[in-house]
């Protein structure tokens, strides 16, 4: 006998392997420790507080627009874009560009410019946030 077995008697015995004096072998299925079953699961979510866009985008838009707070809005019409699911059609709201001292009126600037440039279109509802039409690459 080699390591608790005998020679040739390992396969197909249904013998669960013993652990040897040098600590070789132990007892039962190693894949049936509960931390075999752990695992780190990915959370697939977008962050809020993140504003970030493809180089793609800035070369589209940045011909059409003039600032810094236009760039802004730019910026957060495509974070809103993701945010809500990268639908064709999506609203945006003025709640972020609010919290960053940007008005209503540079944001219709901005949307006008890009609807000019064919990149973006509107639909203006009287009390609600103007809803954005996906037209870019």
Partial sequence: MEYGHAVGGQVGTGKVCRMSEDGLFYEGDPFDDPAWKVTAKKEKHQA??????????????????????????????????????????????NGDLKKLGIGRTTKHDTLVKLEHADLIGTKRRPGSAVQVIRRWR
Wanted: hydrophobic share 45%.
């Fill in 48 to 93: 809020s507080d993140f504003v970030g866009c493809p180089m793609s985008w800035l070369e589209q838009v940045l011909p059409y627009i003039a600032g810094s707070r236009q760039l802004a809005v730019a910026l957060l019409l495509y974070r809103r874009w993701v945010l809500c699911g990268r639908r064709r059609t999506f609203d945006f709201p």
